[in-house]
């Protein structure tokens, strides 16, 4: 009786081993069916897929893909766009199962060196056109070899969304510096509104505030070449200064901004009741979606001294990838020396509004000029997300948790940067 | 119509032992086996390997090499990670007691007004239990609207009755937030275990209430003499269940505070911080190694507190 139950048992295992093995050959034969007659059609028709984070662009890379299948009729672009949230976890997983994309979005800097040091990816140093991008922002790009495996896509800058009908009213000259605007800061409070709409939920905003305002304190580049060569640290008195700013700005700040969404701290930008709103300039497009009556300017950064020209925090934040297990890559690199040209960079940015990190691309939209312009000047990288997104958790999420800890109560200035600065030294370590 | 052939009895008295072979019996066996597959692909093997992960170093691509106990090591000696998993493990335990003393209280209370002759039973029943219904992500979602600093229904309504002073930014202050999301947990909650509490007063004798009360005993008497002793099981199980379900407890912090625990760690339990190193965040700061060991020993925590608790509970019961 025993045997007979084994044996019933053990027929039972086998049948749901050859059930979830059946399904599993299933398709993997439909998918050696597809590749056959891709295969067949080499010389014809090439399909390259391609993943990216954003859903919301579509339009942008279906205009862009037929610009390119102009030239090359024989390659096809599958786009396949994932939610930014989820993009990560199916990019590893399709990478580790080896069925991944040809093409790949890439997260910059740390994101994008750990997917290279894996060696899923192709080096791209001798693309043709990979010399329309400046040298910095190949760097969101490489791996630790030194090497570049993308192409970088858009550049994100910092900047200070302000109400132009309220500084009108207010008689507000824009500021140019940080004490003139502390001096704006002061007037509209006097005035009864909030001079900033921050919010401090996402504690990433904190840190993204911290990046406009605080560049000019510690000196621009200057610091960040000495903090990345190790000849200062964050407990440098002119970073330490940054951070002070930030807590000076606490009293600009709506009440109970810790409890603020990012909604929320829109929420008061559009209505009025607060004038200025720091973020990213990609939130342009949220903000001329929803309040498309309303007239914004942009402060793009600080200059150091009066009369200096402004600093424009910048970082590059996505950028494109072959895989190294492509099937084409012939093909593939010909897709990335398109997504090098300028060709691509300016249906980006018209179509998207937003910088492209191609050389020489001029933005169409009078306020994404504005920045273009000043960032092509005097530009700087976030600190934190360029040079600090190392480590788990990172020193960036340390830091702006402790910017948080701060606005609680709960840390001084200098607890902040000394929690920032161990973190530091502890993913320095690894 | 085949014809039926008869076996003389003898035939098969002779051979005992070999019975013929029950294919209804065994044919429940296969009905278990879908069961047993799922249970066995989205339990057991992520179970299993999260426990092979956590020996190993991984940054989310490729699981790089076999580094033994380093991982466990880390995360109860290094700095940040023993700190952050103090933090997040008291608050686990907050959470446990707090849950305990309103929601189980909340619970037994309803259960004993409803089980009492009010009217409208199954109205208040049905009232109670309604949020349970509701799944975690809508209830994070709507207290997060009701609990907004500057447009919330919560806040709004204490202006306006002149209670100014409560008015509080509920969930972006280290005061109140894990409190408060504790409550909502409770909210939540509470329809389910009073349901369970109910069913088994309902299970308890009623000719025993009547005896006591012949004999004079106070309605107070009968409660901490009687119905408490009697719904003892009922009481263990449901603390058990919240100590599970707090230890594991990751939805409603997450849809409120994401998986950060903020403001500053203030909502921190291990779930989150087990989110947030095994899958890091956008921009990085992935260990999955590291997260499994956390997932392991979360694991154990449970298995052996529950185990604790349970021989505790059933040693009580003997007593009796």
């Known amino acids: 009786m025993k045997v007979k139950q084994f044996l019933i048992w053990g027929v039972l295992l086998i049948l749901s081993l050859a059930i979830v093995g059946c399904s599993s050959k299933e398709t993997s034969k439909e998918e050696t069916n597809n590749e056959g007659k891709t295969g067949e059609k080499t010389a014809e028709k090439v399909e390259l897929t391609m993943y990216s984070w954003r859903p919301e662009d579509r339009d942008m890379y279906e205009k862009a893909i037929k610009k390119f299948q102009a030239k090359h009729p024989e390659i096809s672009i599958d786009f396949q766009p994932y939610e930014s949230t989820e993009y990560n976890t199916i990019l590893s997983n399709a990478l580790v199962s080896g069925d991944g994309p040809d093409i790949l979005q890439l997260r910059p800097y740390s994101g994008a060196k750990t997917i290279a040091d894996s060696n899923y990816l192709l080096p791209l140093d001798d693309l043709k056109e990979i010399g329309n991008i400046n040298q910095e922002y190949l760097e969101a790009a490489k791996g630790s070899d030194g090497k570049v495996y993308g192409v970088p896509l858009s550049l994100n800058s910092g900047v200070i969304f302000y109400n132009k009908e309220i500084f009108d009213k207010q008689g507000i000259k824009v500021p140019k510096t940080w004490d003139e605007f502390l001096a704006v800061c002061e007037k509209l409070k006097k005035n009864n509104i909030t001079p900033i709409a921050q919010s401090g939920r996402a504690a990433y905003l904190l840190s993204m505030t911290h990046a406009v305002i605080g560049p000019d304190a510690y000196g621009h580049n200057d610091f960040v070449d000495k903090v990345t060569s190790g000849n200062t640290n964050l407990k440098d008195p002119n970073f330490v200064e940054t951070v002070q700013r930030m807590k000076d700005l606490e009293k600009f700040f709506p009440k109970d901004f810790i409890a603020l969404e990012d909604n929320d701290a829109q929420t008061l930008f559009y209505t009025g009741q607060a004038a200025m709103y720091i973020n990213g300039d990609y939130r342009l497009a949220t903000i001329e979606g929803t309040a498309p009556d309303m007239k914004i300017g942009v402060i793009p950064g600080f200059a150091s001294k009066d009369g200096g020209e402004p600093v424009v925090t910048t970082w590059v934040d996505g950028s494109y990838a072959a895989a190294k297990n492509t099937k084409h890559p012939e093909q593939a690199k010909l897709f990335m020396e398109f997504l090098a040209s300028k060709d691509f960079g300016q249906i980006f940015t018209e179509e998207s509004n937003r910088l492209s990190a191609v050389n020489g691309v001029t933005p169409k939209h009078p306020i994404v000029k504005e920045i273009a312009a000043a960032a092509a000047k005097n530009s700087t990288p976030y600190l934190m997300l360029v040079h600090f997104g190392e480590g788990e958790p990172t020193t960036k999420t340390t830091f702006e948790n402790a910017l948080q800890g701060m606005y609680l109560g709960k840390l001084t200035v200098d607890g902040v940067v000394d929690e920032a600065q161990k973190n530091a030294e502890r993913a320095a370590k690894k | ?320």
């Open chain 2, 1 to 320: 119509m085949p014809e039926l052939k008869t076996v003389p009895l003898a035939e098969v008295s002779a051979k005992p032992k070999k019975k013929p072979f029950n294919v209804r019996k065994h044919l429940a066996h296969l009905f278990l086996l879908p069961a047993a597959i799922l249970y066995g692909t989205f339990q057991l093997f992520p179970l299993i390997t999260a426990v092979i992960n956590s020996f190993y170093s991984w940054d989310g691509f490729s699981r790089d090499t076999f580094i033994g106990l380093q991982n466990f090591v880390t995360l109860f000696t290094e700095s940040p990670f023993k700190e952050t998993f103090v933090n997040a493990f008291k608050h686990n335990w907050t959470f446990f007691f707090v849950n305990v003393c309103t929601e189980l209280v909340t619970a037994y209370i309803l259960a004993l007004i409803i089980h009492s002759r009010i009217r409208g039973k199954e109205f208040f029943k049905t009232i109670f239990f309604l949020p349970k219904l509701l799944s975690v992500i809508v209830i994070g979602f709507l207290f997060s609207l009701i609990l907004n600093p500057t447009s919330g229904a919560l806040n709004l309504f204490l202006k306006s009755v002149g209670l100014d002073f409560l008015a509080q930014p509920w969930l972006g202050s280290t005061d109140t937030a894990l409190l408060t999301i504790i409550l909502i947990n409770g909210w939540a909650g509470v329809g389910f275990s009073m349901l369970i509490f109910l069913a088994s007063l309902q299970s308890i004798d009623k000719e025993i209430f009547e005896a006591a009360k012949i004999d004079g005993a106070s309605n107070f008497k009968i409660i901490f003499t009687i119905t408490i002793p009697m719904t003892m099981n009922a009481i263990m199980t449901m603390t058990i269940l919240t100590f599970i379900g707090c230890f594991e407890t990751f939805e409603l912090i997450y849809a409120m505070q994401g998986s950060s625990g903020g403001p500053y760690y203030s909502t921190d339990v291990l779930g989150t911080y087990f989110y947030r190193l095994a899958f890091g965040s956008v921009e990085g700061g992935q260990s999955i190694g590291l997260g499994s060991a956390i997932a392991v020993v979360l694991f154990l925590i449970i298995a052996l507190s529950t185990a604790i608790l349970m021989i505790y509970f059933k040693r009580k019961d003997f007593e009796r």
